[in-house]
């Protein structure tokens, strides 16, 4: 297939496509590679070392780890990015505005197992997993002071882990991430023009094309979107259109467990267990910018980018991506590796 430039309707952001570097692309980029020197013990995350990280805000003590005292745990981070009991007070230095690191950062310990694949994980786990994240989100969400609620993990050396063992974050911001304010701007710009959601109708077209889908269940689309930044980046999307990942109801984290599961499963047999990035990008948090149709201009998705690929020069200085991999190709080679 030849290469081509694309741009993604969400964020604007131009693409070029590379294919004939395909071969080049997979680096030395294991997911269980720590970025610090592991000895016996010293992983803080670890049943036995529960001292060493803050207080517990949750819990979970759910199958198959009932003899290992919890299954999940949920505490504040020990060297957060934002405290939560900062006073903003913001101010300014002739021209440069600054303000008090107000926020909130917490860790997601997702298992007492230390290292290992993700898709290892029983179902069970993986719907805990989710339903943390579900219910910590709209707990910060009920403060007023924060703008965006982000939730993400870095597995992997390359893609920023610190530690063999799965863990998650969720980080409260007092302000928008201008990367997330211009997609919600894009958005809002597509409702307004179209009257319809742009991520429904990127999820009618995907599943009329069917060539960049990787999985689909009875809720979720998982496919490698049209304009991708990453190689073999995946896209899971609920079909039905909600705004935040907290309304989620219950009744449908078992399938998003399933085909979570299943997306990783496909990337780590595919690529080798891969370093990678996941995000899960909700609707803007108690920001009046965006009062107007909230509900229908953004639907929220989680995006997995594998992190097999550097970013070059000119990605940077361009303030784009180069991708070897067309999304076509990558969503038949994780099709295959089921």
């Known amino acids: 297939m030849q290469g081509t430039i694309r741009r993604d309707p969400v964020s604007h952001r131009w693409i070029i496509f590379t294919p004939e570097k395909a071969q080049v692309i997979i680096r030395d980029s294991a997911e269980a590679e720590p970025l610090l020197p592991e000895t016996p013990g010293s992983c803080p995350f670890c049943p036995g070392s529960e001292h060493a990280t803050e207080k517990e805000i949750m819990r979970y003590n759910s199958f198959p780890h009932l003899n290992k005292g919890w299954s999940l745990r949920v505490f504040p981070a020990r060297n ?4 939560i009991e900062e006073d903003p007070k913001p101010g300014g230095h002739g021209m440069y505005d600054t303000m008090q690191r107000l926020g909130a950062h917490e860790v997601v310990v997702e298992t007492p197992r230390h290292g290992g694949s993700f898709d290892e994980m029983a179902s069970e786990e993986i719907r805990d997993i989710l339903r943390a994240w579900r219910d910590r989100s709209a707990d910060l969400q009920g403060d007023r002071r924060f703008k965006y609620i982000m939730i993400f993990k ?40 179209r009257r319809r959601c742009v991520f429904c109708d990127i999820l009618a077209q995907e599943l009329e094309e069917k060539s960049r889908i990787v999985e689909e269940n009875e809720e979720f689309v998982a496919f490698c979107p049209y304009a991708g930044r990453f190689p073999f980046e995946v896209w899971i999307v609920p079909k039905r259109h909600m ?21 990783m499963s496909r990337i780590r047999i595919a690529l080798g ?24 201009f953004f639907h929220w998705h989680i995006e997995i980018a594998p992190r097999i690929f550097g970013m070059s020069a000119i990605a940077l200085g361009g303030g784009g991506y180069l991708n070897p991999t067309l999304p076509e190709e990558a969503a038949a080679f994780l099709r295959k590796a089921g």
């Open 154 to 193: 870095n597995r992997g050396k390359e893609a920023g882990g610190t530690v063999n063992h799965h863990y998650s974050e969720l980080v409260a911001f007092p302000f928008l991430p201008s990367f997330v304010e211009a997609r919600f701007h894009h958005a809002a710009e597509y409702f307004s023009f």
């Open 243 to 263: 705004l935040y990942f907290s309304e989620t109801p219950h009744e449908l984290l078992p399938s998003l467990s399933r085909i979570y599961r299943s997306v």
């Open 80 to 83: 957060p990015l934002l405290r």
């Open 273 to 296: 267990a891969p370093a990678y990035n996941l995000m899960v990008y909700n609707g803007p948090s108690n920001y009046d910018d965006f009062t107007k149709n909230p509900l229908q």
